[in-house]
C-alpha cells in the first residue's frame, strides 16, 4: 500500500504527454470544457490508471495509445471529484473492435434458467476485468448525441460494486446515504411503472432491469446530457451531482435537444 502511494505521487508529478492531450482534444471534446484544475486532476487519474490497468485487444483489435488514452479518459471523468482510489478492483480492460458475442445466462421469476449468446457492447467481468467496444467507447467519447455511453456505463458498476455488490449503491457518505436511497428507490419504481404501461421514460428503458442498471444508465445521461436530466428528473441530478461532486451542465455543449430516451436493444445489455 505505501509502495503504491508512493508510485501515484510519482506518476502525478510527470508531464503530461501531449501527444495524449491532442488525442483528448480531437476525440473527447469534454476534455477541453472542462476546468483548468479539473484538466489537470484528469491528467493525472489517466496516467494513473494506464501505469496500474492492463489493455488486451480481442478480436484481431491491436491496442494503440488513441484506444488507452479514450477509455481511460472517459472512466477517470467519474473520479475527477471524488476522493479514493482510482478503480483498486479492475486489473485489465478487454477491449474488442465491436459488438461481440457473450454466452449470457439468467433465471427468470420462476427460477428458469436460461443460457444463450448475447451481442454486446460491454459488460463488467469476473476476476478484475471489463470487457468494452471500441466503436461503442469512441461514440460515447465524440459526444453526447445520445444518453449512452458504454464506458461510463460499466465503470459506474465499478463503483457500484466496491461496496461488495451490483446494487446500485455505491460506496457513500453517512450524511447522504438516507437521501439517496429514498430519491433513486422512488424513481426507480417510477420509471419501472412507466415501462410496464408502455409511456415514455425520461431514462432509457433499460435502467428498468434492476437498481444496479438503473445507477450506470443514470450515470450515462447525467455526464452525456446534464442538462436533459437536471430537467426531467431534479432530484435524481442532485444525488448524482452530490456523489460525483460534479454539475456536468457547466460543460453541455449548446443548443442540445432533447426527447425521451427510447428502449434500449436487449442485444445490447451490459452485466
Known amino acids: 500500500m505505501v509502495w503504491r502511494a508512493w508510485r501515484q505521487r510519482h506518476i502525478r508529478r510527470r508531464p503530461f504527454p501531449s501527444a495524449w492531450a491532442d488525442i483528448l482534444r480531437r476525440d473527447f471534446p469534454r476534455y477541453s470544457r472542462l476546468a483548468a484544475v479539473d ?15 492492463r489493455f488486451e485487444g480481442a478480436g484481431g483489435l491491436q491496442i494503440v495509445d488513441e484506444i488507452r488514452v479514450v477509455i481511460a ?75 449512452r455511453n458504454v464506458v461510463l456505463h460499466e465503470f459506474a458498476h465499478l463503483l457500484d460494486a466496491e461496496r461488495g455488490g451490483f446494487d446500485g449503491t455505491p460506496r457513500l457518505a453517512s450524511a447522504d446515504a438516507e437521501s439517496w436511497s429514498r430519491v433513486l428507490t422512488y424513481e426507480y419504481h417510477a420509471l419501472t411503472t412507466h415501462v410496464e404501461s408502455g409511456l415514455p421514460t425520461p431514462l432509457d428503458s433499460y435502467a428498468a432491469s434492476s437498481p444496479a442498471e438503473f445507477f450506470a444508465v443514470a450515470t450515462e445521461r447525467f455526464f452525456q446530457d446534464a442538462s436533459g436530466l437536471s430537467r426531467d428528473l431534479p432530484a435524481l441530478y442532485a444525488e448524482l451531482s452530490r456523489f460525483y461532486h460534479q454539475d456536468p451542465r457547466l460543460w453541455d455543449p449548446p443548443d442540445r435537444g432533447d426527447g425521451a430516451e427510447t428502449s434500449r436493444r436487449e442485444d445490447e445489455a451490459s452485466e
Open 39 to 53: 484538466r489537470a486532476r484528469l491528467d493525472e487519474l489517466i496516467q494513473i490508471f494506464l501505469a496500474e490497468k
Open 73 to 147: 479518459a472517459q472512466a477517470c471523468l467519474l473520479l475527477v471529484r471524488r476522493p479514493g482510489s482510482v478503480f483498486p478492483g479492475l486489473h485489465s480492460v478487454i477491449v474488442y473492435p465491436g459488438e461481440y458475442v457473450a454466452r449470457h445466462r439468467s433465471r427468470d421469476e420462476t427460477g428458469v434458467v436460461r443460457e444463450g449468446l448475447q451481442i454486446r457492447q460491454g459488460e463488467t467481468a469476473a476476476r478484475g476485468a471489463l470487457v468494452v467496444s471500441w466503436a461503442a467507447a469512441r461514440s460515447g467519447a465524440a459526444g453526447p448525441n445520445d444518453s
